[in-house]
């Protein structure tokens, strides 16, 4: 095997190692803090259970306890065993499915010791995680919460991180192979650079992984703990039902605008191979059109001249989009955006506060979010794929602030006159 396949196959084994590696790492973190809210929960319900006050015939309570109101949801499936083992009484919805009644759970309900188990279970093909609390003498006491919206999320999850895996793995190979390519034997110097390179990519992966997993954990934890309300409809008022429905929906959108930003970051400077002629100008004028149904309470003004650019029309429009996105989540309520292409550029001008100066080095990096963005959505990457889809054109864009306040973005591309390309 030649030094260029050895260096190639090594980089490629080293930086998809790291990243298996963090990604298992990522997604036990994660299942632990998922599956550990639910576990907390039902440990809720059964010290309640045991501070309730039995009576003098020390029968079993008539009223199930309800978790905290900070565990976020309700009980899922409840069901009491007497002494051997055998179903009493379900008091809820008579639809629920019923709880397996394992040798553990019959155990307990027959020792006059008490004690409780945490299992997973399945209950009429419902994925649970069950704990059985013993009531000494009474029988036992069954809590069940559905751990279905914690395996999707898990799996979304995994999706994303195996993404990542890949494209990593990928971009490590072709660093590799260019990096081996046969030249004069390397001093020392430029050994050191290589190793200083690959050493740069290796880390720049873990901090995107855990970069990755730390702003996924918000946006998927909300998702469950409101989704677990809504299929428990039955406590919750009309209104605030209603209120969590909507809050569904938003969070289902920044979690899918989320894993789309961490697609487009993962990819890298990859080529995309659907590259054509793409008139700046009309892309620009669907993106303020756009922007102006998003944002309706902003004035938006274009000034364009004809010109076209060779590019993937989705990724440019990406760009624009998020610079105006960006413009828009700065300016006041009424507040106007300036836009215009002149030359290849275009500037995007808001009125807003600006930019903090501490903050200008580093609007363009990945979940960066400046002192005047962090009482506002969003994750922090909007900016970092406007520089990559720039640096993939041959382009650039920077941030400065405006005469006269505000902010102004200049993203410059490689684009000629359309009337120059006629006249040829």
Same mark, same amino acid.
């Given at each position: 095997m030649t030094l260029r396949r050895r260096v190639t196959l090594m980089s490629a084994? @080293?930086?998809?190692?790291?990243?298996?590696l963090a990604s298992v790492v990522c997604f036990f973190v994660m299942r632990g803090e998922l599956r550990g809210q639910i576990d907390d929960s039902l440990r809720d319900q059964g010290r309640q259970l045991s501070r309730l006050q039995l009576g003098v015939n020390r029968t079993l309570p008539r009223r199930v306890p309800e978790p905290p109101r900070r565990s976020g949801t309700p009980a899922g499936y409840v069901q009491f065993l007497d002494t051997h083992g055998a179903v009493l009484r379900r008091p809820m919805a008579a639809t629920d499915p019923p709880l397996p009644i394992t040798a553990t759970a019959r155990r307990l309900a027959a020792s006059t010791h008490g004690g409780r188990v945490l299992q997973d279970a399945q209950a009429d093909g419902v994925h649970v995680r069950m704990l059985t609390v013993g009531l000494p003498g009474r029988g036992a006491v069954q809590f069940a919460r559905s751990l279905a919206s914690v395996d999707r999320a898990l799996s979304r999850l995994q999706i994303v991180l195996a993404l990542l895996t890949v494209f =990593?793995?990928?971009?490590?190979?072709?660093?590799?192979?260019?990096?081996?390519r046969p030249v004069a034997a390397p001093t020392e110097h430029e050994l050191a650079l290589s190793q200083g390179a690959l050493a740069d990519s290796l880390?720049?992966?873990?901090?995107?992984?855990? /970069?990755?997993?730390? *702003?996924?954990?918000?946006?998927?934890?909300?998702?469950?703990?409101?989704?677990?309300?809504?299929?428990?409809?039955?406590?919750?008022? /009309? /209104? *605030?039902?209603?209120?969590?429905? =909507?809050?569904?929906? /938003?969070?289902?959108?920044?979690?899918?605008?989320l894993i789309g930003d961490l697609i487009d970051l993962a990819r890298g400077d990859v080529p995309d191979p659907a590259v054509e002629d793409v008139r700046l100008d009309a892309l620009a004028c669907e993106s303020v059109q756009r922007a102006r149904r998003h944002a309706p309470g902003l004035r938006f003004t274009l000034t364009t001249e004809p010109c076209s650019v060779e590019g993937a029309p989705e990724r440019l429009a990406r760009?624009?989009?998020?610079?105006?996105?960006?413009?828009?989540?700065?300016?006041?309520?009424? =507040?106007? @955006? *300036?836009?215009?292409l002149r030359d290849g550029t275009l500037t995007v001008r808001d009125h807003g506060p600006g930019i903090d100066p501490d903050d200008l080095p580093h609007v363009f990096d990945r979940f960066h979010r400046g002192a005047n963005a962090r009482g506002r959505p969003g994750s922090g990457l909007g900016l970092a794929i406007v520089r990559q889809v720039a640096e993939a054109h041959d382009g650039s864009v920077a941030?400065?602030?405006?005469?006269? =306040?505000?902010?102004?973005?200049?993203?410059?591309?490689?684009?000629?006159?359309?009337?120059?390309l006629t006249a040829t």
């Open positions: 084994l @080293v930086v998809g190692a790291t990243l298996v =990593g793995t990928a971009l490590a190979a072709l660093a590799g192979r260019l990096l081996s880390a720049a992966q873990r901090q995107l992984v855990a /970069d990755a997993s730390h *702003e996924l954990r918000t946006p998927v934890t909300s998702l469950r703990t409101n989704g677990e309300l809504l299929r428990d409809a039955a406590y919750v008022p /009309d /209104d *605030e039902r209603r209120l969590i429905a =909507g809050e569904v929906v /938003d969070q289902a959108e920044e979690l899918t605008a760009a624009i989009n998020n610079l105006l996105d960006n413009a828009a989540k700065h300016s006041p309520p009424g =507040g106007l @955006v *300036e836009i215009a941030l400065e602030a405006a005469a006269g =306040g505000g902010t102004l973005a200049r993203l410059r591309l490689p684009a000629v006159r359309v009337e120059a």
